[in-house]
C-alpha cells in the first residue's frame, strides 16, 4: 500500500460512494487482517470515519456474539483512518502502541465505531511535540455502539506519530 495515494482515495471516498465500496476493497487487501471480518467504512469525512462491524460467524464468540476482540479490532481500524487522513501517511508513520477497553454491553446485532477529532488542534499539537521529541502519543477515545445505538463498548487507542525520517527501523 505504500505506492498508493491514500489522500486522494479518501478525498473522494468523501463524495462518491463507488470511491468508497474501491476504498474498502483496497483497504481490505493492504490490511488482510481485516478482511474476514468485512469491517467496512460506512462514512468518511475529513475528520472522522463510521465503520460497520458486521454480526456475523466470523466475529462472533462462544456465547454467539460479537466477540470482543472484533470490536476492538474495529475500534483501532476506524481511529487509524481518521487518523490517517488528517496526517498524511507519506509524512508519517502511525503505529498502535496501546490499547485500553471498557466493555459494557454484549454485541448481538451489526456495530459501528465512529471516531471524530479536532482537525486544527491535531496538527497544533503534533507539531508543537514533534518540535521537542522525535514522536507524539495521541490517545483516540472510540465508542463502539450496537445497531440500536446501545453503547458496546468505549477503546481508548493510543496511536505513536513519528516523521517517516525518524523511523529507525527497515521497511
Known amino acids: 500500500m505504500k505506492n498508493i495515494n491514500l489522500s486522494a482515495r479518501f478525498a473522494a471516498a468523501r463524495s462518491s460512494q463507488r470511491a468508497l465500496w474501491l476504498l474498502n476493497r483496497l483497504l481490505w487487501t493492504g490490511i488482510p487482517f481485516n478482511r ?4 467496512t467504512i460506512r462514512e468518511i469525512g475529513e475528520n472522522y470515519a463510521e465503520v460497520w462491524i458486521p454480526f456475523r460467524r466470523k466475529n462472533k464468540n462462544h456465547l454467539n456474539g460479537l466477540h470482543a476482540c472484533v470490536l476492538a479490532t474495529g475500534a483501532e481500524y476506524v481511529s487509524g483512518l481518521v487518523l490517517l487522513q488528517a496526517l498524511d501517511a507519506s509524512e508519517y508513520r502511525l503505529i498502535m ?32 511535540v514533534l518540535r521537542r521529541s522525535p514522536s507524539v502519543d495521541l490517545p483516540a477515545e472510540v465508542e463502539v455502539v450496537d445497531s440500536g445505538g446501545e453503547l458496546l463498548c468505549t477503546a481508548t487507542v493510543h496511536w505513536q506519530v513519528k516523521p517517516w525520517n525518524k523511523v529507525k527501523t527497515k521497511a
Open 36 to 39: 474476514p471480518h468485512r469491517l
Open 97 to 128: 502502541r496501546k490499547m485500553e477497553i471498557v466493555y459494557h454491553y454484549q454485541g448481538k446485532t451489526d456495530a459501528f465505531a465512529r471516531y471524530e477529532l479536532d482537525l486544527a488542534k491535531l496538527k497544533a499539537e503534533v507539531e508543537e
